[in-house]
């Protein structure tokens, strides 16, 4: 059994995620969202138990990578770290040569001396062109990578200073509102798609964790659809790989989520990690591609917002016959947990929907 957490991290993303192994429980965190949420995590712990067995940050932007530079910047006593997977500067070309410039992550990490990439062989954490995919075997838990891939990483070191200069843009000119908010989902499951192509989020870490006694989610950070979908080929030879839990990439967004990815998917439960604060996400685009692929889905929610909320007593539900799953009134985040063909949400929820 697999316990994800999903932190209120506004806009991004901060998965708790733990396991028994070996009879102790053992802890993953993948990314750190905005602000303190993640430092705040771990003071409920006591000291004597703050160990963090692995710490993926899956790409540089801000809503993903801010609670990690705080955790490193500044450690809650009794922390260690196992590891860390995490492609910094020294990991986007194969042959970088002359002075390292790193991201402050990269200049803690070293500072701190945790075992980085140790899983990889110190290299990046990248899928190969060819061969197998990378499946790394971890304290009762296998990992199959599934992006990024080399030319992705080439893309964003190509790109890197104006990814630097974008990650903390200004909220004016963002869109705040989906601009799909009063059309009906059965308009949307079949509206044009258009690609995410930015190198920071075509850069992301995505995998599938299976635990040992079952229990099988993909952690899909803010990868593509296209870069995600390379990955399931290869591993499923053509039929939709079997999931529990899909994190959905980019926390929604219609350019993440394809048609195309949602078939390869044999997947009934989605987890979306956002706020809708800055981005609006998730996007009823992206949710019509998942309800109308995946009839009687579940949507998990870690916030009941604005943007999320509609979807608990939507009537179009009744037509696709989803069901939504949201925290109590202001008391956002959300906890699953995971076996085999089996999902169960612990603490304060509400359901809704045609199926609930």
């Known amino acids: ?108 990490l070293d500072r701190a001396g945790t075992p980085w990439n140790t899983a990889f062989g110190g290299g990046a954490v990248v899928v ?9 075997r971890f304290a009762g838990l296998t990992f199959t990578l599934l992006a990024p891939d080399r030319r992705a990483l080439a893309r964003l070191d190509a790109a890197w200073p104006d990814v630097l200069a974008d990650l903390l843009p200004p909220l004016e000119g963002r869109r705040m509102t989906d601009e799909d908010a009063a059309t009906p989902l059965a308009d949307l499951a079949s509206a044009p798609y258009t690609p995410d192509t930015t190198a920071a989020n075509g850069s992301s870490i995505a995998f599938i964790a299976e635990h040992e006694d079952g229990g099988r989610i993909l952690f899909a950070a803010d990868s593509p659809a296209e870069a995600l979908l390379n990955g399931l080929r290869r591993l499923g030879e053509g039929t939709p790989v079997a999931l529990d839990v899909c994190k959905v990439p980019h926390h929604g967004s219609a350019r993440n989520v394809s048609t195309d990815l949602v078939s390869h998917l044999a997947c009934d439960h989605w987890l979306f990690s956002t706020s809708g604060a800055r981005h609006a996400h998730p996007d009823r685009r992206a949710i019509a591609r998942i309800v109308a692929g995946r009839p009687r889905s579940t949507l998990v929610f870690n916030y009941s917002s604005r943007t999320t909320s509609p979807y608990g007593d939507d009537a179009e539900s009744a037509r696709f016959g989803f069901r939504t799953l949201l925290p109590r009134g202001d008391r956002p985040g959300v906890t699953l947990r995971v076996s085999a063909g089996r999902v169960e949400t612990t603490g304060p929820v509400r359901s809704g929907g045609a199926t609930s």
Do not use: K, Y
């Open 128 to 136: 190969p062109d060819r061969g197998d995919l990378p499946a790394v």
């Open 1 to 108: 059994m697999i316990s994800i957490e999903a932190l209120p991290a506004a806009d991004g993303d901060c998965l708790w995620v733990e396991w028994a192994h070996r009879g102790r429980t053992r802890r993953m965190i993948v990314d750190g969202g905005r602000g303190s949420v993640l430092l705040e995590r771990l003071h409920r712990l006591p000291e004597d138990d703050r160990h963090i067995d692995l710490i993926v940050c899956t790409h540089i932007d801000v809503d993903h990578i801010d609670g990690l530079v705080a955790l490193f910047g500044q450690p809650p006593p009794g922390l260690s770290v196992g590891q860390v997977w995490f492609n910094g500067r020294r990991h986007l070309r194969q042959d970088i040569a002359g002075p390292r410039q790193g991201d402050r992550l990269e200049v803690l």
